[in-house]
């Protein structure tokens, strides 16, 4: 996968956290780790709407290769409010089947 595949299921992810579509999350995710009422108790508890995060942010997206998963990676990016990045972030493991991205959202946490 690409740094821009990686920043693509980023944004998308965050897209669906800021609109609230959990569902949707969960059926992407598969359900993996945390299910839609999960995610959207997390997201409550940031205690603000979240929004889109200023593009540049996406420039330095924290990605990590997994060792001894060829093609897996793990992203972490912050989630952000209408007063600027809050200390809640996002934690993902991405890797691809079939050619096309698998995502797992393994976390939404305070840092």
Do not use: Q
């Not at 969960?26 to 359900?31: I, M, Q, V, Y």
């Not at 809050?86 to 976390?107: M, Q």
């Amino acid at each position: 996968m690409s740094p821009n595949d990686l920043t693509l299921v980023a944004k998308h992810v965050m897209k669906l956290l800021v609109e609230r579509r959990f569902e949707e999350l969960e059926e992407a995710t598969n359900g993996t780790r945390l299910s839609a009422d999960d995610m959207e108790g997390a997201v409550d508890d940031v205690g603000s709407a979240l929004v889109m995060p200023p593009e540049n942010v996406w420039r330095d997206l924290d990605v990590i290769a997994i060792r001894n998963w060829p093609g897996a990676f793990n992203l972490r990016f912050d989630l952000w409010t209408r007063t600027g990045r809050s200390d809640w972030s996002v934690e993902l493991t991405v890797h691809s089947k079939a050619g096309k991205p698998v995502i797992e959202l393994d976390d939404i946490h305070p840092l």
